[in-house]
């Protein structure tokens, strides 16, 4: 069975989409990890994975909504890390994809948000865009008491791949690896060693091929691992049994 380690089930692009893929989790996916990234979905995150047995959560605020930051959502996030259902604090990091973006507000953010995750403990889920040449130098300087920390969706390329694993990093591939024209994140996906990768949907995006373009699921994990089992050349089984491995190694509170 598979695990999709990275995807929004309380995204409203998914609401009636919902029943179907909470049913598919026990019959089609092991676990799914569902991170927030705002203040509203800090809060669905907490009641999806409490009422769900096979889902678990993560909360942070992602880069873009750096604005909402403040004592309400911090003391939010901090309060409920000891919850046996969250597993890491994510996604958080830094974004400059976009205009306008403040770097500093980013960075400070950021750093708020690290110091929460190694005070409970607790691994982390990073989102990078367009930033490795500032979130690499931070993590260097702030690696003291990490507990472990993924750079999920990752569409960079082997020079910053081999930054982030020599900090100790683990790297989360997407259905952007089936996509024709990312040749060089299936090259990352072939120097990487397989016992620091995970794998993802971030649905309800980056559906795979041949879904690309659809609103995407859990369940379209499935087509991650096999693009990463072509690259390389694993029979599924000892895949899944890796990607079992890696993510227990990652989510110490995670019950599979």
């Known amino acids: ?3 999709d380690t990275h995807a929004h089930i309380n995204h409203e692009m998914l609401a009636n989409k919902q029943e179907e893929i909470l049913k598919s989790i026990g019959k089609d996916l092991k676990v799914v990890i569902c991170p927030s990234y705002d203040v509203k979905t800090c809060h669905s995150t907490l009641d999806f ?5 096979k889902v678990f959560g993560a909360l ?3 880069p873009s909504e750096d604005k909402t930051w403040g004592l309400e959502i911090k003391k939010f996030i901090q309060d409920n890390l000891s919850n046996k259902k969250i597993v890491a604090v994510g996604e958080y990091g830094l974004d400059y994809h976009y205009q306008p973006y403040d770097k500093q507000k980013q960075q400070n953010v950021m750093l708020e948000q690290l110091a929460i995750a190694k005070q409970a403990n607790l691994p982390s889920i990073f989102h990078v865009r367009d930033a490795f040449d500032d979130f690499i130098p931070i993590m260097k300087e702030n690696l003291k008491d990490l507990k472990g920390g993924v750079v999920h969706c990752y569409d960079s390329d082997i020079n910053n791949a081999k930054k982030l694993l020599d900090l100790g990093l683990f790297i989360s591939f997407t259905g952007l690896i089936t996509y024709k024209q990312n040749e060089k994140v299936r090259e990352v996906i072939k120097y990487m060693p397989i016992d620091r990768i995970m794998l993802e949907t971030d649905s309800p ?6 879904y690309r373009g659809q609103v995407c699921v859990p369940k379209l994990v499935a087509k991650v691992y096999e693009k990463v089992a ?22 110490k509170k995670l019950v599979i």
Do not use: R, S
Not at 49 to 53: Q, S, T, V, W
Not at 205 to 210: D, T, Y
Not at 230 to 251: A, G, P, R, Y
């Open 49 to 53: 994975a409490n009422k769900y047995e």
């Open 230 to 251: 072509e690259i390389k050349k694993m029979d599924m089984e000892e895949l899944q049994t890796q990607m079992e491995q890696n993510v227990k190694k990652f989510f």
């Open 205 to 210: 995006f980056l559906a795979p091929e041949p």
């Open 1 to 3: 069975m598979f695990i």
């Open 60 to 62: 942070a605020i992602h």
